[in-house]
């Protein structure tokens, strides 16, 4: 079940490719005075020193806001079972509040012109990356930043989400890269995906769904709907701890 579940996690990733380097800043550009990493400061920073993009990372809360932190505990607070207002009432490095998603977005929206790459992190529960992608696509689109945005996630089941979700024209990238060569040739061999080579310094390939792939996609969401409702009779028959 679990490779099965790897060989089609692959199927959701959408590759955005380019020949021209282009710079994101990790968490912003905090490695420089007054800054912090995920902070409102290290966006700003990002976007005076020329970056293409800035990254950043996302929580749901307890009370299902969105909130800007890497970890999933701050300075002892559990995201997940921390309300928004606790969490940015928290202070970083430079002094600044832990950011809401909305307050960044918004100093994003008003003083840059930043490509805007977030990462949703791993949550406890599918059913909690499942409402963080609908109020990250929803607050996104009220903001009118959707041509802004490339997403990750490092979450086979969040990756899906998004990418069923957001626009089609949205960037999605698959980040664990827990796939092993045959497996992608073998999808590669069914038609499932399609493999492009770039002969350019590093050398690299990147992978995207085909449209028979994407036919498949309401089939694995049915799968998963129905492993939910028997996940205590597969783990025993799997024998899962």
Same mark, same amino acid.
């Given at each position: 079940?679990?490779?099965?579940?790897?060989?089609?996690?692959?199927?959701?990733?959408?590759?955005?490719? #380019?020949?021209?380097?282009?710079?994101?800043a990790h968490r912003g550009f905090w490695k420089t005075q007054g800054s912090a990493q995920n902070s409102i400061t290290?966006? /700003?920073?990002?976007?005076?020193?020329?970056?293409?993009?800035?990254?950043?990372?996302?929580?749901?809360?307890?009370?299902?806001? /969105?909130?800007?932190?890497?970890?999933?505990?701050?300075?002892?607070?559990?995201?997940?079972?921390?309300? /928004?207002?606790?969490?940015?009432?928290?202070?970083?490095?430079?002094?600044?509040?832990? %950011?809401?998603?909305? !307050?960044?977005? !918004?100093?994003?929206?008003?003083?840059?012109?930043?490509?805007?790459?977030?990462?949703?992190?791993?949550?406890?529960? +599918?059913?909690?990356?499942?409402?963080?992608?609908?109020?990250?696509?929803?607050?996104?689109?009220?903001?009118?930043? !959707? %041509?802004?945005?490339?997403?990750?996630?490092?979450? #086979?089941?969040?990756?899906?989400?998004?990418?069923?979700?957001?626009?089609?024209?949205? +960037?999605?990238?698959?980040?664990?890269?827990?796939? #092993? +060569? $045959?497996?992608?040739?073998?999808?590669?061999?069914?038609?499932?995906? #399609?493999?492009?080579?770039?002969?350019?310094? +590093?050398?690299?390939? !990147?992978?995207?769904?085909?449209?028979?792939?994407?036919?498949?996609? %309401? /089939?694995?969401? $049915?799968?998963?709907?129905?492993?939910?409702?028997?996940? %205590?009779?597969?783990?025993?028959?799997?024998?899962?701890?």
């Open positions: 079940m679990k490779k099965v579940m790897c060989l089609l996690a692959i199927m959701f990733m959408i590759a955005n490719t #380019s020949a021209q380097t282009r710079v994101i290290s966006l /700003l920073k990002a976007d005076s020193i020329g970056c293409y993009g800035s990254e950043f990372d996302v929580w749901l809360t307890k009370d299902n806001g /969105l909130v800007v932190s890497h970890d999933g505990i701050i300075q002892g607070h559990k995201v997940e079972e921390s309300t /928004l207002k606790e969490l940015t009432g928290l202070w970083l490095a430079n002094g600044e509040c832990v %950011p809401s998603l909305k !307050e960044l977005l !918004e100093t994003a929206k008003r003083k840059t012109s930043l490509k805007l790459v977030l990462e949703l992190k791993a949550h406890s529960k +599918p059913e909690r990356e499942i409402k963080a992608v609908e109020e990250i696509v929803s607050m996104i689109k009220k903001m009118g930043l !959707e %041509p802004r945005m490339i997403y990750i996630t490092f979450s #086979s089941h969040a990756l899906k989400e998004l990418i069923r979700q957001a626009p089609t024209s949205t +960037p999605v990238y698959y980040l664990k890269g827990d796939l #092993s +060569p $045959q497996q992608l040739k073998e999808l590669e061999m069914h038609g499932i995906i #399609s493999k492009k080579i770039f002969m350019e310094l +590093p050398p690299h390939s !990147e992978y995207a769904i085909t449209e028979l792939g994407k036919t498949l996609i %309401p /089939l694995i969401e $049915q799968l998963e709907i129905w492993g939910d409702s028997f996940r %205590p009779e597969m783990k025993r028959i799997l024998k899962i701890e």
